[in-house]
């Protein structure tokens, strides 16, 4: 895999009045992001077992105009503004990769 | 895909002496599993930016059958007792997938 990959951990809280909504629209954005997107290359999102208003998500990117091509799609736009609303906190951290594997 | 999936985030701390021995283990363990195990889905480990001691791992298994044999596996007893001394703090996180899409 190249070195130019972008990774990055969001943690993610929301408003538990909101989560299916929330969930709905990340998981709808999540599935074009992979689908249309040719530099969004995985989106891997969870919610914490027992607090499930914590949302994890790891993402990795082609590259870094990847990354940012990403910030510009219709649908990301569209969760982004659609669920401003419902997140209360917003971590964003920067990854480096130690080891990614997956099943074929 | 499956809801028997198992699904952990794994919260690493490592003491930054041990720091490269440590990612060679766990690198050749993620390795090791997914190609082996026919229950290991995915290993996905990174390393925080800016404090790489922090590691994080996404793990998905199968099931909780696939999960339990992956402790009882060599490359896994392997990295586990060999990094015994070098990890500080150690929080696994049981997580329910939201939506999990990587490229094929």
């Given at each position: 895999m190249s070195e130019n990959r972008i990774v990055r951990m969001a943690e993610i809280e929301v408003d538990p009045q909101h989560l299916e909504t929330y969930r709905a629209l990340l998981a709808e954005e999540i599935a074009a992001s992979v689908a249309v997107e040719e530099g969004v290359l995985s989106l891997n999102a969870v919610a914490i077992k027992g607090n499930p208003s914590r949302i994890r998500i790891l993402e990795v990117y082609a590259s870094?105009?990847?990354?940012?091509?990403?910030?510009?799609?219709?649908?990301f736009l569209k969760y982004k503004t659609g669920t401003a609303g419902?997140?209360?906190?917003?971590?964003?951290?920067?990854?480096?990769p130690i080891m990614m594997c997956s099943k074929p």
């Open positions: 870094q105009e990847a990354y940012e091509a990403h910030l510009r799609a219709p649908h419902m997140v209360t906190s917003l971590t964003l951290l920067e990854a480096d």
